[in-house]
């Protein structure tokens, strides 16, 4: 399997080489050449599986430079510090599937990618005697990820930029109370996309990046995509094995599109997904796109699922290259485009093929809350924020005779303050947060100056 970037200039890279280029040296995002399928029978052997057999049975379609053996073993050592012998389990409450995705060390979703490119990145740079700094900018959960997937590791540091303020009180805590000397937490005076244009824009300066060894862990890393491909099969395998049902509607609460297009290559696969149902917050960009074929960003807002308040969503790029039949010169146009004007247009042509596989909704603040209320009061089961508008849009436009999976990317506990708001009482703290508070902390505040910004990676990179 050979991988290419979605603005033409990088090609016939192997999957270990995409890894670590990140973003793809044209400015691009890095895709495989051609999407694997799997058979009907196929698909039938997964149901028996365990997730770490599943996940190399997927896993295994895109990677072919790395030893069977050492990837099961990689495989392995990512998921078995997750509090849950299923990985990601599914639970089922009130006529639907719940996929718990928030078992692993800092209870959301990101964990499932970035604890196996941790260790994908530190099997690489062992293998290869060399080292890499590591940059990211999250709007919560995927720096604590991140960090978690590679603290304390041999030849990478991290530098992970949050926007100071607008994010969870727990979730700067599972980041700053990290004080491992690789770890390095820049609270930015700024949003989330003055971060992650920041960061895109160290990652476009070629020497730098060389000079540094950078490396990427946003979404952006096809391995983070991959890695989140597999629990879709899980899913299938599951309520498949459970119910005899071939098909089933997914509902995924959407940011930054890394999750949901972990779901359209699984759809592409040949996985019988019948809907994506894409929920948003007040963020709504990606929803007008596909309701209205308008794509047109606004200003962020700060929401009760701060994790979803992005308007430039960085993957929307890889879906872009498919809608567009592949052309490479297209993708590149259109981001001109976009970056010129801030908006794109489409033919109803094309929106017609992307409401063939996506459905979406919006779901504001006051919603969120009531649907975390009411669904306490049916189930006694307590659903984060996020969850709440992947449960709110998934109900309403789930199929009638199909199951719905909605994705549970949190645990409720790190947004305790809007579930209290919700039901009276803020959730449980799991015991891996008991006493974070108390715990000492390591961060640096900072401008959203880039100049600044690599000022401070050039004293502090490995
Ligand atoms: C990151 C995140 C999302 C959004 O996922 P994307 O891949 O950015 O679309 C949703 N919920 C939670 C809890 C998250 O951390």
């Not at 399997?1 to 400015?27: E, P, W």
């Not at 509090?83 to 990601?88: A, G, R, Y």
């Not at 930029?161 to 937490?185: A, C, Y």
Request: proline content about 4%; some cysteine.
């Amino acid at each position: 399997m050979k991988y290419c970037s979605t603005r033409g200039k990088v090609q016939g890279l192997k999957f270990t080489d995409a890894v670590m280029m990140g973003l793809a040296d044209d400015g691009g995002l890095l895709l495989p050449e051609e999407i694997p399928t799997f058979s009907k029978e196929e698909l039938s052997a997964l149901r028996q599986l365990s997730y770490p057999e599943l996940a190399f049975r997927v896993l295994s379609r895109y990677i072919d430079d790395i030893p069977a053996d050492d990837l099961k073993e990689l495989i392995d050592r990512s998921y078995a510090g997750f509090d849950h012998p299923e990985t990601t389990p599914l639970v089922k409450q009130d006529g639907l599937y719940i996929l718990e995705l928030f078992h692993g060390p800092t209870l959301a979703f990101k964990d499932v990618a970035l604890q196996l490119l941790g260790n994908l990145f530190e099997y690489l740079l062992e293998k290869t005697g060399r080292r890499m700094n590591i940059i990211g900018a999250t709007s919560g959960d995927t720096g604590s990820a991140a960090i978690y997937g590679v603290r304390g590791r041999k030849n990478i540091n991290i530098f992970i930029l949050h926007p100071k303020g607008r994010v969870s009180p727990i979730q700067e805590l599972q980041m700053t109370t990290v004080t491992d000397d690789n770890v390095f937490n820049l609270a930015v005076e700024g949003t989330f996309d003055d971060a992650q244009s920041i960061v895109k824009e160290i990652f476009g300066d070629l020497d730098y990046k060389e000079q540094h060894a950078l490396g990427a862990v946003n979404s952006i890393n096809w391995a983070r995509v991959l890695a989140q491909v597999v629990y879709y099969f899980y899913a299938w395998a599951r309520i498949s094995e459970e119910t005899g049902s071939e098909e089933l509607d997914v509902s995924v609460p959407t940011g930054n599109f890394g999750d949901i297009f972990a779901g359209y290559i699984a759809r592409q696969m040949g996985l019988p997904i019948h809907q994506l149902i894409l929920a948003t917050n007040a963020n709504s960009i990606l929803s007008r796109f596909i309701n209205n074929g308008d794509y047109s960003s606004a200003a962020v807002h700060q929401s009760l699922s701060p994790s979803m308040d992005i308007q430039v969503a960085s993957n929307f790029e890889r879906y872009l290259y498919y809608l567009y039949h592949k052309d490479a010169a297209a993708v590149c146009a259109a981001m001109d485009r976009f970056k010129q004007t801030g908006r794109l247009e489409f033919t109803a042509e094309q929106i017609a093929t992307v409401q063939q596989t996506f459905r979406a909704a919006t779901i504001d603040d006051a919603e969120t809350l009531l649907t975390i209320g009411n669904f306490y009061k049916e189930t006694g089961y307590i659903l984060d924020p996020h969850t709440a508008v992947g449960v709110a849009a998934g109900r309403k436009i789930r199929s009638a005779d199909q199951p719905l999976v909605c994705l549970a990317t949190a645990h409720p506990a790190k947004f305790g303050a809007a579930v209290k708001s919700a039901i009276g009482r803020e959730p449980e703290l799991p015991a891996a947060l008991h006493g974070i508070e108390k715990r000492p902390k390591r961060v640096t505040t900072i401008a959203a100056d880039t100049g600044l910004i690599k000022e401070f990676i050039d004293h502090n990179a490995i």
